[in-house]
């Protein structure tokens, strides 16, 4: 006899109480970038092909989800936009009843020619990272150029996404004196502007550590310059809002170090090669590829993913053990 609750909605309820109803769903671990928080720059170490999860075991494992509750999930990687085929696999994925919102965030270095045919698909929402407006800086932070970014930018506009959300990680000594000026830009294009804390992952959490800024005393500093009011931003997971007064603009900080918010996690993580990771900050996890591939059943998936939730850790400990997760960003999508 499988053990899943009769009504789905309230299967998927963690040790703390927590209901998860939120997949972060990497689509694969490369990136046609390499920001040097996220990934160290002569980084090989990619995931073999044939370990990808196909496009139906995804499906297979997501409608498995949404079976149990999960409403919302969100492509990322790496670069998502570099796994082949992806409007289609969105299509595939916005088909399945129950999932009610299907988002993606991606360097939008390759939106130019994708974002059609991903709106198309029924992705409605995304985000962009976006650390610089300055060419050069652009570079020395990812590697890469800044045009066809703007240029994908532009063009998610014209496709209709709404909300396009801006990332941008704070970064002490990089990108510190632009955080006015990515206002100004997100007020120009009717953006949402999220900034980030560095964490600690990986080979690159070092790099990231040593530009740490507290976002506490970046709300202070734009607060000198514009009147900061509450602001609510729909689906706004852990990023706490403030709104620039007498303009659309919100602002919101997600601030995992400084002020986490474990406490309202709602998520897991589907890294490329089909592990399930329970918390960003910790390495409980559960390999699913094996088990797909070895011919479970439907139900059978479902009792292990009710399981892992049960394993859930009520917190990361990016303070306090700063060195303890060694797989990077790029591997889980943030
Ligand atoms: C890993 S990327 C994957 C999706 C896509 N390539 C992108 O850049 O948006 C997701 C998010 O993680 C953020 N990120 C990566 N490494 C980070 C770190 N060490 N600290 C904070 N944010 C990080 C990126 O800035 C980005 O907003
Ligand atoms: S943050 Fe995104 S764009 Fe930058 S290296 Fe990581 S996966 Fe690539």
Redesign the pocket.
């Known amino acids: 006899m499988i053990n899943i609750d009769s009504n789905p909605k309230t299967s998927l309820i963690d040790s703390f109480g927590r209901r998860i109803e939120y997949v972060r769903l990497s689509v694969t671990d490369k990136?046609n970038?390499?920001?040097f928080y996220?990934?160290p720059n002569n980084f090989k170490d990619f995931e073999q092909p044939e370990h990808w999860l196909t496009h139906d075991e995804i499906i297979r494992v997501i409608k498995a989800f949404t079976e149990l509750g999960v409403a919302r999930v969100r492509l990322t990687?790496?670069?998502p936009l570099v796994r082949k085929n992806i409007a289609e696999l969105s299509k595939r994925l916005t088909a399945l009843p129950g999932l009610d919102d299907l988002s993606l965030s991606t360097?939008a270095s390759l939106l130019d020619k994708h974002a059609y045919n991903l709106h198309d698909a029924g992705i409605s929402r995304i985000n962009v990272?976006l650390d610089s407006l300055h060419p050069e800086k652009f570079k020395e932070i990812?590697g890469g150029e800044l045009q066809p970014v703007l240029d994908g930018l532009m063009a998610a506009k014209q496709a209709g996404f709404s909300p396009i959300k801006i990332n941008m990680v704070a970064m002490k000594g990089i990108n510190d004196d632009e955080f006015e000026d990515m206002v100004e830009f997100c007020i120009k294009h009717d953006f949402t502007l999220r900034l980030i804390e560095t964490m600690p992952m990986g080979a690159t959490g070092e790099d990231a550590t040593n530009h740490y800024i507290d976002l506490q005393t970046v709300k202070q500093q734009l607060a000198k310059r514009y009147e900061l009011i509450p602001g609510v931003m729909p689906g706004g997971g852990p990023a706490r809002y403030v709104q620039i007064k007498d303009t659309e603009l919100r602002i919101g900080f997600i601030t995992p170090i400084s002020q986490h918010f474990c406490e309202t996690c709602n998520r897991v993580r589907l890294s490329v090669d089909g592990t399930l990771y329970l918390c960003l900050g910790q390495n409980d996890k559960v390999e699913l590829r094996p088990l797909l591939r070895k011919g479970i059943s439907d139900d059978e998936l479902k009792t292990i993913l009710i399981d892992a939730i049960n394993i859930k850790p009520e917190k990361h400990e990016f303070k306090e053990k700063p060195e303890q997760v060694v797989r990077l960003?790029?591997m889980t999508g943030g």
């Open positions: 990136c970038l390499r920001c996220c990934m990687g790496g670069e360097n990272s990812t960003m790029s």
